[in-house]
């Protein structure tokens, strides 16, 4: 306490008190259009520290000299300056800046006007989000700017989704993720998404995309970085709002397999007597069997407002979300605070911001997607003979369950009891200090954290054909992701009147710790127990700078450098700096342009950063370290008391590379800002190019020499290329109608330049990309020369009618041998242009959007057809199986699994979002209601077989289906 109050004195102390006889003046401050009175305008005698704020009937009270300005500030709207000569009474109308809202950006550590930025940043505002029944915050901005691709989640409720800045492929082995950062908060990659977030909480989304604005962030930053903003109350009379939807939810599609009675027909052509007798009379469906209709409720409820030096909002939330695969549900409840006190004349800032969220998780069996495609349609679901709880299963002669057949799909989903609840927060204490006596100067220091435990369980019962070798089967789990943030760093900003230039600088320094724990327990009805517990924890430790200089409002400068040091890398390369720098000519700001009657924006940027990578491998990948074996590597010691062998788990030692350092990218990025006719028509083009360095990837080792025969190391290099086009129109603005739209595209390439430690011609590559079929199989390849991940295939041969022809392929080396030599790099899951578009209209009171998504060129491998399409699939495992439909048309006995013809266009033109609404702008006293209606995934268009064309990692393999979401939704403003 003493400290605290000593603490006080001092800041009292630093503020300087004014000895001098002044004059009261009074007045109230109205917004200019409507006369209604504002509640916290900034009243500062100007060059002074004397002020004061207007309270809620806009009125205001200050001493001032003869001859002083009085200067009037509120966000949003045009500052005001009067000079005082004498008067009583001053009374001001302000006027609404929108101009001004839209130009001020989030950027790492503070904020920048849009004018003065050089970097590739965009930012998405909540005023142009998508709509619909959006549970995963990033949903939000999908379609919304270039270079930006969100891959909706699947069907699953409370899923997130992959985001990829710039195509994405920044790595072969580390995370290609961005770096997520909330409220300054960075969050730990290593820990789930961002569905603990209300998307009606977030103001803005701001992607800092190129290396000379994301270097700030260093070591984290190769995969681009978001920065989230959630909303803050204002100042005033309080403010309820009310949001609620109701959303029906179905699945377009579902995978193409025989009917029941062309599969009937395909056994008894191909069949035994044995396989022929095991057909059914029954004609089922298990695609519809395991789906349903999906509903989902979502309410939120906020409150936010105001006293003279500060301002609060709040929300609570709550959302529950059925998924389409039976018994899958979420249930999540939400809660917000943000609170903000100004002190001492504004000169001390206060801010408490706490998000927060508990979700119930009830997992449908997702093993029923796959086997609902391969049970026997000629089957029943319930068998009153069966001993496995009354479900049809596939059995031996002697009536004991087939252990490598399918299992009954109802019976996985309704004897699979798996649920988790998930407590996740993210939060902060931030305080701001403007020192009095030089006012140039602001310091910060801000505490984050993030907090991420899930509790898990699950419970298959004694009779479930799934378990039926270990009687049941009882588990539970516990992961705890835990992260600690300080931040002490300093503002400086300085305007230089003699040779017209500002200077903007930020130093600081950072610390996060990470902790993250996991432990699981499993005991199955022959009381054998399995039990683990893992833990680990890291640090960061980081210095960091920017400096932002702009000369005449024309020359813009920006520096960006950082240190950062990981305990997670040896100590001899766990400090490195990454930076980079930035240009920008405003060219509407010379004479030349003054008069121009087209441009009405005009800017050039050229940047180049360095950034890193340390999102790969476990914690001190660099030391020997022992580590639980699996269940392959058990050693008997003793017998259970059911006179049983007992295996324990062995330790072994694992690999490790005491030179392991993190990937290093480095970017150049030029970009060009434009506006055209008084930015009715506004928009930037971005041309980039990234060479990733020490890339870490898997090499082969002798035997022996590193307890493995594989080493993770640093090898590779790996190069990106691309353009990016924003385009905004405002096409009518008139009182009664208004109509913007925008386009976005981006394309991308990407090549890897090395990838072994010395070139081996004899090596094809690094296998990557595992499918079903076989055991270890792989469909992908990563090679020296081509692109990340492409598809390591032989290249079909087809019959005269079109149709491929079974084992025939084309001997690409010509040595008269069809062999592993002849397989070949066919296409890539990589997208050669990814485009959205974006329309919104207002006609009166009524409002129409809607998003639209493509993306070309980007290629899947159905590996659903490919496993299942076959007589050998039919007859496989000891019972017989539905097959994927398309052996109707290749008629293939056996699996072709490294066939291209599985490799499949899967370009696609998808509308994501259709809203209609309308706004009662009365609809009582003061009170504002908008009704809505939304359509979401309304249709795809494709040339794709399979389910759906949107895969991340191109390799499709019976994934939970994407849902179609009509909703019903109301907004009210009290």
Same mark, same amino acid.
């Given at each position: ?320 979300? *059925?998924?389409?695969?039976? #018994?899958? +549900?979420?249930? @999540?409840? /939400? !809660? &917000? %605070? =943000?609170?903000?006190?100004? $002190? ?69 989903? *309704?004897?699979?009891?798996? #649920?988790? +609840?998930?407590? @996740?927060? /993210? !939060? &902060? %204490? =931030?305080?701001?200090?403007? $020192? ?79 902790? @993250?724990?996991?432990?699981? %327990? ?453």
């Amino acid at each position: 306490m003493k400290k605290m109050q000593k603490f006080i004195l001092f800041l009292a102390f630093l503020i300087p008190i004014g000895m001098f006889a002044q004059t009261k003046v009074t007045g109230v401050v109205t917004e200019k259009s409507t006369g209604t009175p504002l509640l916290g305008v900034n009243v500062v005698i100007k060059g002074t520290t004397t002020g004061t704020t207007t309270d809620f009937d806009g009125k205001y009270q200050i001493s001032a000299n003869d001859g002083q300005i009085i200067v009037f500030t509120y966000v949003g709207y045009k500052n005001q300056e009067i000079a005082y000569t004498g008067q009583a009474t001053i009374d001001v109308a302000l006027e609404e800046d929108a101009s001004t809202l839209d130009e001020v950006v989030v950027v790492g550590y503070g904020s920048a006007v849009k004018k003065d930025v050089t970097g590739a940043v965009e930012s998405v505002t909540s005023e142009d989000f998508n709509g619909g029944a959006i549970v995963s915050p990033e949903q939000l901005i999908a379609g919304k700017t270039a270079g930006v691709q969100v891959t909706p989640p699947s069907g699953a409720p409370g899923s997130g989704s992959a985001i990829k800045i710039r195509g994405g492929v920044s790595s072969l082995s580390a995370s290609s993720a961005p770096l997520i950062v909330v409220d300054g908060v960075p969050l730990d990659q290593g820990s789930a998404g961002l569905n603990y977030i209300n998307a009606n909480d977030i103001e803005s989304f701001t992607v800092l995309k190129d290396a000379s604005a994301a270097s700030i962030y260093g070591s984290r930053a190769t995969g681009g970085v978001i920065l989230i903003t959630t909303k803050t109350g204002k100042s005033g009379q309080l403010n309820v709002n009310v949001n609620h939807f109701t959303s029906v939810g179905s699945n377009v599609n579902e995978v193409d397999v025989l009917s029941s009675t062309q599969f009937r027909d395909l056994v008894m052509a191909n069949g035994n007597a044995n396989q022929i007798d095991d057909l059914g009379n029954a004609s089922t469906n298990w695609q519809d069997e395991i789906y349903r209709g999906s509903l989902t409720h979502d309410t939120n409820v906020t409150v936010s407002g105001g006293f003279d030096n500060s301002s609060y909002r709040a929300s609570v939330g709550f959302v529950t979300q *059925e998924g389409t695969l039976r #018994t899958s +549900e979420v249930d @999540r409840w /939400t !809660g &917000s %605070l =943000k609170f903000i006190q100004r $002190l001492l004349n504004d000169d001390l800032r206060i801010e408490a911001n706490v998000l927060g969220a508990i979700l119930d998780d009830q997992f449908g069996n997702q093993g029923a997607i796959g086997a609902a495609v391969s049970f026997d349609p000629t089957q029943t679901v319930f068998d009153p003979n069966s001993p496995f709880n009354g479900y049809t299963e596939n059995v031996n002669n002697d009536g004991t369950i087939n252990t490598i057949a399918v299992r009954n799909p109802v019976g996985l989903i *309704e004897q699979n009891d798996s #649920t988790a +609840e998930t407590k @996740r927060s /993210t !939060g &902060s %204490l =931030k305080i701001d200090y403007t $020192l009095p006596f030089f006012r140039d100067l602001k310091l910060t220091v801000k505490g984050g954290y993030d907090y991420n435990e899930v509790d898990g369980r699950f419970v298959i019962p004694d009779g479930a054909a799934s378990n039926e070798v270990t009687d049941g089967l009882f588990g539970t789990n516990n992961t705890l992701n835990r992260t600690q943030l300080l931040d002490v760093f300093a503002f400086y900003k300085k305007d230089i009147e003699s040779i017209n230039t500002t200077i903007d600088v930020t130093a600081g320094h950072s610390f996060q710790n990470f902790y @993250r724990s996991n432990r699981f %327990l499993n005991v199955d009805g022959l009381d054998q127990v399995n039990s683990n517990v893992f833990k680990t924890e890291n640090a960061l430790e980081s210095y960091f700078g920017r400096a932002n200089i702009s000369i005449a409002d024309k020359y813009l400068i920006t520096l960006n450098l950082r240190n950062d040091i990981s305990s997670r890398l040896n100590p001899d390369d766990r400090s490195d700096i990454f930076g980079g720098v930035s240009l920008g000519w405003n060219i509407m700001g010379e004479k030349f342009m003054e008069n121009s009657k087209v441009f009405s924006q005009l800017k050039l940027r050229a940047g180049y950063g360095e950034t890193g990578q340390q999102e790969f491998g476990q914690d001190y990948g660099y030391i020997p370290r022992y580590t639980t074996g699996d269940g392959r590597v058990q050693y008997q010691f003793g017998y259970n008391p059911d006179g049983s062998p007992r295996f324990v788990t062995t330790i072994r030692p694992e690999e490790y590379d005491e030179n392991l350092r993190w990937e290093r990218s480095k970017t150049i990025n030029l970009g060009l800002d434009f506006g055209f006719l008084n930015d009715r028509i506004t928009g930037s083009v971005e041309v980039y190019e990234r060479k990733v360095e020490d890339l870490i990837n898997f090499i082969s080792v002798p035997a022996g020499t590193n307890l493995s025969n594989m080493l993770f190391t640093n090898v590779g290099n790996l190069e990106n290329r691309g353009l990016e086009v924003n385009l905004n129109t405002l096409i009518v603005d008139t009182e009664k109608f208004s109509w913007n739209t925008n386009f976005n595209v981006s394309f991308f390439d990407n090549e890897i330049t090395k990838l072994f430690l010395t070139d081996d011609p004899t090596t094809p590559g690094s296998p990557t990309g595992g499918i079903a079929g076989g055991v270890g199989n792989t469909i992908q390849i990563n090679s020296v020369g081509f692109e990340a991940n492409s598809f390591y295939v032989f290249k079909q041969i087809y019959d005269a009618n079109g149709a491929p022809i079974e084992g025939a392929y084309v001997d690409i080396n010509g040595d008269g041998v069809v062999d592993i030599d002849d397989r070949y790099r066919y296409k890539s899951p990589n997208a050669d242009a990814v485009l959205g578009f974006n329309s919104n209209m207002q006609y009166g009171n009524f409002d129409f959007s809607f998003t639209m998504r493509a993306s070309l060129g980007n290629f899947a491998y159905n590996n659903v057809a490919s496993n299942t399409g076959n007589i050998q699939s039919l007859f496989g495992a000891n019972s017989i199986n539905n097959v994927n439909a398309s052996i109707l048309d290749t008629g293939f006995q056996n699996q072709q699994l490294f066939s291209d013809y599985y490799v499949q266009d899967a370009s696609f033109l998808k509308l994501d979002n259709l809203t209609i609404g309308y706004t009662f702008q009365e609809a009582f006293k003061n009170t504002r209601l908008r009704v809505y209606a939304t359509g979401q995934n309304l249709f795809v268009i494709t040339d794709y077989d399979g389910l759906d064309p949107e895969i991340d990692g191109g390799i499709d393999n019976n994934f939970y289906p994407r849902s179609r979401n009509i909703l019903m939704g109301i907004n009210l403003n009290l």
